[in-house]
């Protein structure tokens, strides 16, 4: 999943893997690696690509699942959804104030 990924982002980059070596400090034989399924870049290889392909790190983290992608418990959802109608009654309130 993530070399596939990293394969498509270097192709959209027209970098070569020795580009990629150079301008990361990645061995570009590991890279190729990568790209091909056979190993799996850690933490501190996806950072140094993140800044050569201009991905954030997260983002690649998470397609290397390394890292969660969260989301609210139903408890915070429902708080939000209350903060939601709390300013959409304070908004119609100011517009009346405004109108009079």
Partial sequence: MIGAYLKKLRDEKNMSLAEVEKAAGVNGSFLSQCER????????TLRKLSKVYLVPYETLMQRANMLEDTEASAEDKERIAQLIREIEDRTEALKRFLIK
């Fill in 37 to 44: 399924g056979l190993k799996n870049p850690g933490p501190a």
